[in-house]
Every structure is written in structure tokens, then in C-alpha cells.
């Protein structure tokens, strides 16, 4: 099954600083991978996702995402931290059509920027 | 912004109750689904749709139910709440085209 790993339970940052959420993936195939954000007592929100081509993908809020096939991650990364990055970060990947195209979601990270 | 509407945000019932939680999208998306997440963040799919009439199970055991009997509604009851029952509950929406899901905003159960 298609899955994604997220090893760090919390990253902590400062404000200013650049941030890295790491993400790795176990996949058959060409994988389709996304990150999203969860900020307290909401849904989901899509920040970004890989398909194919570039493998650095830009996407909401200043993020961006590096797709690296000889390493099997999909590290979330931005160069320079807001206060307001703190939030849950789940990394995830599509479903190979078992189950309707369901995205399958790591353990998520909860990252707390500081300022 | 996605346009995906869960209903009640909150609830708070007592054991045994019957509970049905709402979730209608506006964009037209044939699949949709619904994701268990317990209080240790992770998220479980429990139901999934195709489309008008489709409803499968997820990977996740869970003894809700689900119709989808128009494209933009999507329910979820639980016949008879329990303890066990309490976790939020997320609806999603996509088409297979852009692949990426788009969520509500949660419904919170707790069952005391």
C-alpha cells in the first residue's frame, strides 16, 4: 500500500528562521504526494502537492516542497518562519485506486515557530 | 477556498443516541469521503464514494454508515453512539483530475 512516514512528532522554530517538516514515502509506481496544514479546531488545508516535472514545488504561504526519488522523501520546507506557521502538518499520498483515490495520511507534525 | 460544508461543527450527545453528521459540497466533485482523526492527530479513512449510490468502506473499521444518494450530500450516522465514538470527523471532496482532496471544516463528537 501506498504510505508516507513523518518521523518528527514536533519541530521547533524560530521566527525568522527557515523550517524543514521531513516526509518520506514507500510507493509502487510514480508517487502523488501533498502536504497540508491543520490549524486548531478546523479541516484540512492544501498547501501543496507533487504529480510530476519540477521536483521543487511551490505552493501556498510561502511554502515549497522538495521531491527527491533516490531518497523517497517530500521535505516541506520555508526560508523564513512566521508565528503563524504554527500549526499540524500532515504529509500524504494518493491512494493507487483502492479506495476511490483516498490520500493515505502520515502521523503528522505539529510545528511551533517562536518568536 | 473550497466549498465544503460540515454540519454540526460541535456535539456533545449522550450514549446510546442516534447521531448523523452532514456534509454537502457545492463544486460538483464525484468522490467523497470521510476521515476519523483521533486525538493523537492521525487520520483514518472510514468511507469513500464515487459517486450517486456508491459507498464503500475504508480502511478503518467503523460502525457509521454512509448514503450518497445525491452528488452533494454526503451523510454519516452512527445508530448508536458510544463513548468509543468520540473523535472529529472530516469530510473531503475531490475529482480525480487535480487529485488533491478539499475538507471541511470538521465535525466534533463527544459521546459521554
Known amino acids: 500500500a501506498q504510505s508516507v512516514a513523518q518521523p518528527e512528532d514536533q519541530v521547533n522554530v524560530a521566527e525568522g528562521n527557515p523550517l524543514t517538516v521531513k516526509c518520506t514515502y514507500s510507493?509502487?509506481?510514480?508517487?502523488?504526494l501533498f502536504w497540508y496544514v491543520q490549524y486548531p479546531n478546523r479541516g484540512l488545508q492544501f498547501l501543496l502537492k507533487y504529480i510530476t516535472g519540477d521536483n521543487l514545488v511551490k505552493g501556498s504561504y510561502g511554502f515549497e516542497a522538495e521531491f527527491n526519488k533516490s531518497q523517497t522523501s517530500f521535505h516541506l520546507k520555508k526560508p523564513s518562519a512566521l508565528v503563524s506557521d504554527s500549526a499540524l502538518y500532515f504529509c500524504?499520498?494518493?491512494?493507487?485506486?483502492?479506495?476511490?483515490?483516498?490520500?493515505?495520511f502520515g502521523k503528522g507534525t505539529s510545528l511551533l515557530v517562536t518568536p | 477556498e473550497a466549498d465544503i460544508y460540515q454540519t454540526p461543527r460541535y456535539l456533545v450527545i449522550g450514549t446510546g443516541k442516534k447521531i448523523t453528521l452532514e456534509c454537502s459540497q457545492t463544486?460538483?466533485?464525484?468522490?467523497m469521503y470521510w476521515y476519523q482523526q483521533d486525538p493523537g492527530m492521525e487520520l483514518h479513512l472510514i468511507h469513500y464514494s464515487y459517486g450517486v449510490n456508491s459507498t464503500e468502506k475504508g480502511d478503518l473499521s467503523s460502525e457509521s454508515t454512509v448514503s450518497r444518494i445525491r452528488t452533494e450530500h454526503f451523510p454519516l450516522t452512527l445508530e448508536s453512539a458510544r463513548p468509543s465514538h468520540t473523535s472529529q470527523y472530516l469530510c473531503?471532496?475531490?475529482?480525480?483530475?487535480?487529485?488533491?482532496?478539499?475538507f471541511g471544516e470538521g465535525s466534533r463528537l463527544t459521546v459521554l
Open positions: 463544486m460538483g466533485h464525484d468522490k
Open positions: 473531503a471532496s475531490s475529482t480525480r483530475n487535480t487529485g488533491e482532496l478539499f
Open positions: 510507493v509502487s509506481g510514480n508517487p502523488y
Open positions: 500524504a499520498v494518493r491512494d493507487n485506486g483502492n479506495s476511490g483515490y483516498a490520500l493515505n
